[in-house]
């Protein structure tokens, strides 16, 4: 079923991201910035944007504390970042006609067909490495030529982010 477990939190999603492209496709118009926002200019936008987003986890210390433990001034530029991504994934796709809400509800029930449960749990592999005879064959994937099984992921091994 499209939306999986929480169909509520689907719509939802699917709600905010559809006021969004609303509220960004206004806020170009009125400033006449649609000629600008051609889909190279928007995906480099975007690139430039999740750059920003990294800067302010570059120089974080191995095993320091995670965002949840920013300082409130940091925690307000990572909202700010996100939402530049964000704001700049939406225009994309708006621009390139692509549907988002739809194609991400699509792509998790992909996620879902790719990583069952049964096979994916506490693991980190790929789903090209699962071992998983029946639907690798209904779906023609197979491990790539000389591929190593991965190991499944220790909870108690997690690195700190
Ligand atoms: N041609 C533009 C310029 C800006 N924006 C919007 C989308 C982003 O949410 C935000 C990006 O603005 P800036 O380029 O000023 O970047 P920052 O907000 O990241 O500012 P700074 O670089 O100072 O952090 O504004 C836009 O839609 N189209």
Known sequence: MPGGSNPEGAAAAAGAAAA???LQ???????????FHKPR???LALVGEVGELAELFQWKPDGGP????????E????????SDVLIYLVALAS???????????????TNRRHYPVHLARGSSCKYTELPREDIQKAESFGPAPG?????????GAEEPN
């Not at 496709?25 to 000629?35: K, L, S």
């Not at 925690?75 to 996100?82: D, I, K, N, S």
Request: glycine letters at 8%.
């Open 147 to 155: 591929a190593t099984e991965c190991a499944p992921v220790s909870r």
């Open 41 to 43: 200019n928007l995906l």
């Open 25 to 35: 496709t206004e806020f170009a118009t009125e400033r006449d910035w649609d000629q």
């Open 75 to 82: 925690r307000g530029a990572l909202g700010e970042e996100l």
């Open 95 to 109: 621009r390139c006609h692509i549907d988002l809400p739809q194609a991400v509800l699509a792509k998790i029930e």
């Open 66 to 73: 995670g965002p949840l433990s920013w300082s409130e001034a």
């Open 20 to 22: 969004g492209r609303r």
